[in-house]
């Protein structure tokens, strides 16, 4: 659903990245390891991340980012980190490219995060994004960018109000039809691309738990849990990114930019807010 503000949005509450976890899967049984996040380097590490791949998309080794590559990333700018157990088992990883948007002004691109299953309400994905941060800080790349799929409600919410990060790209079928993976069957490959200005008020604000986004110009709405509709109905998950789909690029194309994200705390549908583009981001990063 596709809505012009004419009533005020509730603000949706902040946690820090700590926070990020469920009671319900976080029990004494299976609880929150102790972990360290470090870059990865050696073969052996990386054959891991390979391993994770796997586990996480369910790919076959058709399309599995394979070892070289992860070796080319290494010594060619990018960046790999990895969190890992006591033992030194690998918890989940974050892999980013050396890149050059069309004015040949550099950013990372973000292209992998996946962490094991059981352990993806435990705030890991979120400490590996802040590693990519500090990295970029260090380097003095302002931007990191990456996509994900704007059906996704975790992973927005994730991106958008504990990252800061913003959206002003939707591609469709960004991927195409031929992937593998089990959780991508079905529906087309439609992506939104978010934008880390990393050096950003916004970004600092985030971390921070503070929102200063003020009142949105519209909202589009989505699934709070898009696989439990996939399941039951796949036509209707169909449904909902077609709207998605065509409402995204219509608000993109009127000059708003996405700054907001907002579950619905008694379990309806989430929420994507927009904004009137300032271009803030850019700007403070020249101050």
Same mark, same amino acid.
């Given at each position: ?23 319900e ?31 996480? /998309?369910? @790919?076959?080794? !058709? ?7 992860? *070796? #080319?990333t =290494? ?41 094991e ?12 994004k ?15 960018? /990456?996509? @994900?799929d704007? !059906? ?7 991106? *958008? #109000?504990? =990252? ?5 790209q939707?591609?469709?079928?960004y ?76 608000? =993109? ?10 579950a ?24």
């Amino acid at each position: 659903m596709l809505a012009r503000s004419s009533t005020k949005f509730p603000k949706a509450g902040m946690n820090d990245l700590k926070s990020d976890v469920n009671p319900e899967t976080m029990t004494p049984e299976n609880p929150i390891p102790d972990y360290t996040i470090r870059a990865c380097t050696t073969l052996e590490e990386f054959a891991a991340c390979m391993n994770l791949q796997r586990e996480v /998309w369910q @790919f076959v080794d !058709l399309d599995i980012t394979p070892l070289r590559s992860f *070796i #080319i990333t =290494l010594h060619s700018g990018g960046m790999t980190y990895g969190a890992f157990n006591g033992d030194g088992r690998l918890l989940g990883f974050a892999h980013a490219l050396a890149a050059f948007d069309e004015r040949l002004k550099p950013y990372y691109y973000s292209h992998m995060l996946a962490v094991e299953p059981a352990l993806q309400s435990a705030g890991i994905g979120g400490k590996l994004k802040l590693a990519q941060r500090d990295h970029a800080l260090r380097t003095g790349v302002p931007l990191i960018k /990456w996509t @994900f799929d704007p !059906l996704q409600s975790r992973n927005a919410y994730l991106n *958008i #109000i504990k =990252l800061g990060g913003v959206i002003r790209q939707y591609k469709i079928n960004y991927y195409g039809n031929a992937s593998t993976s089990a959780l991508h069957k079905g529906l087309d490959t439609d992506r939104v691309f978010v934008e880390w200005w990393v050096k950003s008020r916004r970004v600092a604000d985030a971390q921070g738990n503070i929102r200063q986004e003020g009142k949105p110009e519209a909202s589009i709405e989505v699934p709070r849990d898009i696989e439990a509709v996939k399941k039951q109905d796949l036509a209707e998950a169909v449904r909902w990114q077609m709207q998605v789909r065509s409402q995204f690029q219509r608000l =993109l194309g009127e000059g708003l930019y996405c700054a907001g994200f907002e579950a619905d705390p008694n379990g309806g549908n989430s929420r994507y807010l927009f904004f009137k583009d300032e271009h803030r981001e850019e700007a403070e990063i020249q101050l």
